[in-house]
Structure formats: structure tokens, C-alpha cells
């Protein structure tokens, strides 16, 4: 059975840098995309960036763009996240989620009506101070 488990969430002040990790527990197969979601109060939950090592895709948000770097660790089986210039608007919990068939980086992060078939994290809170 496949769990994710996120960490490094936390307190920051705008223009501070935190960088999340997703470490996968079980079996998962590497050619399927893996990437960051994040929902914040009274919105709905949105991918932000994504992964596909299989062909060497990326996906950014275009919020994000710019200020967030994803990476996959496959050999410590970990997917991160450096935040980079945190704004009080990152203010989200943020969930490590991959999918059950193949996708694009971009397919992963927004096909939203295959959110419900994607694996996902518990989540972790990123609050963020102006």
C-alpha cells in the first residue's frame, strides 16, 4: 500500500524560504507523475507543481513560477519542494499527491477531474506572515 508523508511546513515571514519533502512509503512506480497541491481556506485545491521524470517534464503554477523548485530524489524515494520568496497569499496546506496512470507533469497538476484518483499525502500547513 502506497502512503506519502510531507514535512517541513511551518511559521515563516514574507521573503522567507521553506523547502517541503514527500517521502514515499510502498510501492510507486517512477514513470508516474508526482507533484504539490494546495488548498487554502475557502478555495479549491490546486496543483502547483509537478514532476515527471519518465520524460523529464515539469509543471509550475503561474503563481508560483519563478519562486518554487521541484526535485525527485528517486534513490531516497522523496520528492521536494524549495519555496523560495514565500508571499502571505502561499498560505495553504500542502499536499504531496501522484497519480494511478500515466500524465504529463502539466496533465498531473491540472486535470482536476483526476484529483479524486490520485494518491494523496496528509497534508501540511505552510502559513505564511506578511
Known amino acids: 500500500q502506497l502512503q506519502l508523508v510531507e514535512s517541513g511546513g511551518g511559521l515563516v515571514q514574507s521573503g522567507e524560504s521553506l523547502r517541503l519533502s514527500c517521502v514515499e512509503h510502498g510501492y510507486l512506480l517512477d514513470y508516474y507523475a508526482i507533484g504539490w497541491f494546495r488548498q487554502a481556506p475557502g478555495k479549491e485545491r490546486e496543483g502547483i507543481s509537478c514532476i515527471n521524470t519518465n520524460d523529464e517534464s515539469t509543471y509550475y503554477a503561474d503563481s508560483v513560477k519563478g519562486r518554487f523548485t521541484i526535485s525527485r530524489d528517486d534513490a531516497k524515494k522523496t520528492v521536494y519542494l524549495q519555496m523560495n520568496n514565500l508571499k502571505a497569499e502561499d498560505t495553504a496546506v500542502y499536499y504531496c499527491?501522484?497519480?494511478?496512470?500515466?500524465?504529463?507533469?502539466?496533465?498531473?497538476?491540472?486535470?482536476?477531474?483526476?484529483?479524486?484518483?490520485?494518491?494523496w499525502g496528509q497534508g501540511t500547513q505552510v502559513t505564511v506572515s506578511s
Open positions: 499527491a501522484t497519480d494511478q496512470q500515466w500524465f504529463s507533469a502539466q496533465e498531473s497538476c491540472t486535470k482536476t477531474a483526476h484529483y479524486d484518483n490520485k494518491f
